[in-house]
């Protein structure tokens, strides 16, 4: 059974940095584009940043130039580097890893981040 597993989360104030790690099992890791998604409450799940297996990038407007998406593909790991943190950043990120050929999306539990004073 495929697994994904995210860690890193926490609080941190204002103008912190946290990263985030999701670690792959039990997949071919180095095709799928892998992404972190976050839902804060009320809200629907976005996009945050994704990377494909080919090493592009592409992130939301509201984390360009804060956050970096990056990959090992030997670890079968992703990470999120998220500096300059904002309130608005607070919710529940998610890590994602998809492949379009065949079909196959499968997510993670999830890991809370707050950001507050």
């Known amino acids: 059974q495929v697994q994904l597993v995210e860690s890193g989360g926490g609080l941190v104030q204002p103008g912190g940095s946290l990263r985030l790690s999701c670690a792959a099992s039990?997949?071919?890791?180095?095709?799928?584009?892998m992404g972190w998604y976050r839902q804060a409450p009320g809200n629907q799940r976005e996009l945050v940043a994704a990377?494909?297996?080919?090493?592009?990038?592409n992130y939301a407007d509201s984390v360009k130039g804060r956050f970096t998406i990056s990959r090992d593909n030997a670890a079968s790991m992703v990470y999120l580097q998220m500096n300059s943190l904002k309130p608005e950043d607070t919710a529940v990120y998610y890590c994602?890893?998809?492949?379009?050929?065949?079909?196959?999306?499968?997510w993670g539990q999830g890991t809370q981040v707050t950001v507050s004073s």
């Open positions: 990377i494909t297996s080919s090493i592009t990038t």
């Open positions: 994602n890893a998809r492949t379009v050929h065949p079909w196959r999306d499968y």
């Open positions: 039990r997949i071919i890791f180095s095709i799928y584009t």
